[in-house]
């Protein structure tokens, strides 16, 4: 089992950043991938950002392509997405989720999720 917290969420004006932190506990190896998702109200879950644990490489969704960047802590065994130049529309709760392999950008494809944390941008 592998557990997930988020942190870091919150309101922030337009332009602004946020850091949110996803901290990994539990039978967690370098052989995961940690992706990052949203769902907005009335909305399905989205792909935002994905990181493979052992090899850093990286993957984004085009919406977040230049303003978001994901990277990891071995260390601390937390992954982190740095949000920048924030719009509306990142408006959503964003959840880390983990699973065992490659790097994906499907939701179904990851085994263990986290509780969440809202990230609410105002125009």
């Known amino acids: 089992q592998v557990q997930l917290v988020e942190s870091g969420g919150g309101l922030v004006q337009a332009g602004g950043s946020l850091r949110l932190s996803c901290a990994a506990s539990?039978?967690?190896?370098?052989?995961?991938?940690i992706g990052w998702f949203r769902q907005a109200p009335g909305k399905e879950r989205e792909f935002v950002a994905t990181i493979r644990w052992s090899t850093a490489i990286t993957r984004y969704a085009d919406s977040v392509k230049g303003r978001f960047t994901i990277s990891r802590d071995n260390a601390k065994n937390t992954v982190y997405l740095q949000m920048n130049s924030l719009k509306p529309e990142d408006t959503a709760v964003y959840y880390c989720?983990?699973?065992?392999?490659?790097?994906?950008?499907?939701?179904?494809?990851?085994?263990?999720w986290g509780q969440g944390t809202q990230v609410t941008v105002s125009s």
């Open positions: 539990g039978r967690t190896s370098s052989n995961y991938a």
């Open positions: 989720a983990a699973r065992t392999g490659e790097i994906l950008k499907v939701a179904d494809g990851y085994d263990y």
